[in-house]
């Protein structure tokens, strides 16, 4: 199965073929730095950093551009409330947002511009619009004449003569649709000098700026929340092909996440955040792969509701994960049972076939759950098949261990960590997440548990039964389940089991 992704601008999946064979142009709208991002901003940053692992997977060279918008109406009127100048505001909640991506563990961007960064290129894009006929100068201000751009509504399907004012309905415009480009500076706002004397940037124009300057006039995937397609992504469009008449689509294919939704609606930060809706909050309550994984269990153009009910779900999920390979890691560390140069005949080889086969149809329906517009939902679902099928085998009450065995287990281990990465979720930092974490909940450190378990399977092999009971009794006190097996004594917290 090849690679297919649902483009807006045709309403339909389409067989993904770059512009140039084997490297991908990617830009995604990012935020507008006047207050702390929302799990809802977060959706765009996790649901685009699989897609791109998932291209980088499949072969591709992927050069991934997200911009920060750090000047825009917003912004002035934040800093207006606070009486201070309009960057202590953006400094404050860039220097936010970095630190939310960061503790996200979300890959890198190739370039992370700033809007103020690259006015320049905004005021030549300009030039060029106006030069070819679809911008007009009114006393300072320039707007985009949306009459002359004919495809315009191609993306959002809008009908001109039904669209509403999308922007002010200042008199000035020769149209009450047309939108701007560049906006005179009012008494107090920021501006820089331009051709049309004093101002700033209009929102729409730095994307169209910035991704056909520091990617290419054409690019392969354009990306954002689904509320960006109009009018955002319709002015983009209109903007980008009005500077660059003859060059084809500004977009090759346009992907846009689906909302998440609250009871009482949209989640918006021009609405007003709750605590629990803020990002860098709900990270300091659960781990970032936690996080991840509630926003890849739903397909990314489907809407995604949000509560903390959501959250616990997914927390427990990936325990489900982690967990399992744990056990697989206690397999394939354990010493005893056969020696490592034994194999257990018939039966073990059997095993191991089936252990094979397993992977190998996991790894084939991931691809094809990724394959059909990065089903990561789907993918996800996989991943609980294989360890299904893994524990099936190894919780069996017949089930051997031995050097061969180990092999496989391990290989199933490698594919399930090699995999989860492409969808952005860390299994094995997880694993290592929880042991920390337990070590702060129980007040007993990973060590103390497994000297304690030791002294215990000793105290069985002699007999002291008493001893054996004492240790487990104390364990569970603390929180610790024992579970005793033939290749020896695994153990977790109590309320992990409750879960299952």
């Avoid at 509403?164 to 149209?175: A, G, V, W």
Wanted: proline share 3%.
């Amino acid at each position: 199965m090849s690679l297919k992704v649902y483009n807006t601008l045709h309403r339909k999946k389409e067989l993904f073929e770059p512009i140039e064979k084997g490297k991908v142009r990617m830009y995604v709208c990012g935020p507008t730095v006047y207050n702390y991002i929302s799990i809802g901003n977060s959706r765009p940053i996790v649901v685009f950093n699989m897609v791109r692992n998932y291209l980088q997977f499949s072969g591709y060279k992927v050069e991934y551009i997200q911009n920060i918008t750090d000047v825009e109406d917003k912004i002035i009127k934040k800093a207006d409330e606070e009486k201070v100048d309009y960057k202590v505001i953006t400094t404050r909640y860039i220097k936010a947002f970095l630190e939310d991506v960061k503790n996200l563990e979300v890959g890198g961007f190739n370039k992370m511009p700033l809007a103020t960064e690259m006015i320049a290129e905004i005021i030549d894009i300009i030039k060029k619009i106006i030069e070819n006929g679809y911008g007009y100068v009114v006393d300072g201000n320039v707007y985009f004449e949306v009459s002359k751009f004919p495809a315009y509504g191609k993306l959002s399907g809008q009908n001109i003569s039904e669209m509403k004012d999308t922007e002010d309905n200042s008199f000035e415009k020769r149209n009450k649709i047309d939108f701007a480009l560049w906006k005179k500076a009012k008494e107090g706002e920021p501006f820089w000098d331009s051709p049309w004397g004093r101002g700033r940037p209009g929102w729409h124009i730095e994307c169209s700026a910035m991704s056909t300057t520091l990617l290419d006039r054409n690019i392969d995937i354009h990306g954002g929340g689904i509320d960006l397609i109009f009018p955002h992504h319709e002015n983009e469009i209109a903007q980008s092909e009005a500077a660059f008449p003859g060059e084809g689509d500004f977009v090759r294919y346009w992907m846009h996440n689906g909302m998440i939704e609250v009871k009482s609606g949209k989640m918006s930060k021009s609405l007003g955040l709750k605590k629990n809706w803020i990002l860098k909050n709900l990270l300091k309550s659960y781990s970032p792969d936690t996080i991840k994984m509630y926003i890849l269990s739903t397909h990314y153009r489907s809407p995604l509701e949000f509560s903390m009910e959501k959250l616990e779900e997914a927390e427990k999920a990936l325990e489900k994960i982690t967990n399992t390979l744990k056990n697989i890691k206690f397999l394939i560390e354990q010493k005893e049972g056969l020696s490592d140069g034994e194999t257990g005949g018939k039966a073990d080889m059997q095993v191991i076939s089936r252990l094979g086969t397993f992977a190998r149809k996991f790894e084939v329906n991931f691809k094809n759950s990724m394959d059909d517009d990065f089903n990561s939902a789907r993918a996800i679902g996989d991943i609980f098949e294989f360890i299904k099928n893994i524990n099936n085998i190894i919780q069996k009450p017949d089930f051997k261990n031995n050097a061969s065995l180990k092999k496989s287990l391990s290989g199933a281990y490698i594919k399930i960590k090699e995999l989860g990465l492409v969808l952005g979720l860390n299994f094995i930092k997880e694993v290592s997440r929880i042991s920390e974490d337990i070590e702060t909940r129980i007040e007993m450190t990973k060590e103390e548990i497994e000297k304690l378990i030791t002294e215990r399977e000793a105290a069985r092999k002699n007999k002291d039964y008493k001893k054996a009971d004492e240790i487990r009794n104390y364990l569970y006190s603390m929180g610790i389940i024992l579970e005793d097996r033939k290749e020896g004594t695994l153990w977790e917290l109590k309320d992990n089991r409750d879960e299952k």
